[in-house]
């Protein structure tokens, strides 16, 4: 090979050679951009990411906060109607305690106490005036009595009466023996489940005592007005009036069967039965021994 030829290959040879170096470079520059924008990409998309995630708590955490808030404020609302209910419950239980604190127990079944305000509501404009200026006797001069009974079916009942505080303890007494005798009694129930109205409670042959009311056919009070007299078994012994004529009245009307006292039937009231007895031994005076009239009913306490 002649010198010519050598130069011209190895010409061609440095062509080559300086070609592949340019495209080794070309590859190398391209690569590198490849790279920085791939790294600026990811930069761009992690700030937005970031910046998303930055909104994204603030978000919870202002929701977090509101809800912590609604949350304190609900649990401030249950706790506040929560103290309220207790409030309430406390001054009913302070009301109910004072109310015991004033109850005189006889015996299991047997007590007697002041006039609570639900008793109070339930009398007043009743068996007590509403204006209490126009009553002789206070309410606090009155004792809310409970008391067992047997019926005339035989079964022990509870019945519930008001006297004067005067004959709270003979209550208790008499009737406390007349149920460990057996001693039967129809009804013993506040005279305001009939209205007030002493005839109806007496055709029911209810027991009672206290109602703010007159003598019968007079505007003198009744002993019962002071919570001083009792009826027993009125049906059975009921009141026997006699006009300007001599002319008989019964009260109740429906016990005109039970007027003569000569006959013999149950739940009769003469000098020999134990309820005469009893609250004889009390104190107490029978209307089955007056001379006007005769209330086979009545016993009275007078002061």
């Known amino acids: 090979m002649n010198r010519k030829n050598r130069n011209k290959i190895l010409i061609i040879i440095i062509s080559l050679l300086l070609a592949a170096f340019s495209l080794v470079i070309y590859l190398s520059i391209k690569s ?4 920085l924008t791939h790294q600026t990409e990811t930069g761009i998309k992690s700030e937005r990411e970031a910046d ?9 955490s202002a929701k977090t906060s509101s809800d912590s808030s609604l949350s304190v404020k609900s649990r401030h609302g249950k706790t506040a109607t929560a103290q309220s209910k207790n409030s309430k419950k406390d001054d009913k239980s302070a009301a109910s305690s004072k109310q015991k604190k004033s109850r005189v127990t006889y ?13 109070l509501s339930r009398i007043k404009g009743i068996s007590y005036p509403k204006d209490a200026s126009k009553c002789r006797v206070s309410i606090g001069d009155l004792r809310y009595c409970r008391v067992k009974y047997v019926d005339f079916n035989g079964e022990t009942q509870s019945g519930e009466m008001i006297c004067s505080k005067k004959i709270a303890d003979d209550v208790m007494g008499i009737f406390s023996e007349l149920y460990d005798s057996s001693y039967e009694i129809e009804s013993i129930r506040l005279v ?29 009070l009744s002993n019962h007005s002071l919570g001083l007299a009792i009826d027993i078994n009125p049906l059975y012994n009921p009141c026997i009036t006699y006009d300007k004529n001599g002319k008989e009245k019964v009260a109740p009307a429906n016990g005109v ?21 009893l609250f004889k031994k009390h104190g107490f005076t029978w209307g089955g021994n007056w001379h006007s009239l005769k209330d086979y009913q009545h016993f009275e306490k007078n002061y």
């Open 32 to 35: 590198k951009d490849r790279q």
């Open 257 to 277: 069967d039970y007027a003569d006292r000569k006959n013999q039937f149950d739940h009769k009231i003469d000098e020999n039965d134990l309820a005469y007895k």
């Open 192 to 220: 305001d489940d009939f209205d007030g109205d002493d005839e109806a409670s007496m055709e029911a042959d209810n027991t009672s005592c206290f109602n703010y009311r007159p003598i019968a056919g007079s505007s003198k």
């Open 107 to 119: 015996r299991e079944g047997f007590y007697y106490e002041k006039i609570g305000k639900k008793v």
């Open 52 to 60: 998303n995630e930055s909104d994204q708590n603030e978000q919870d």
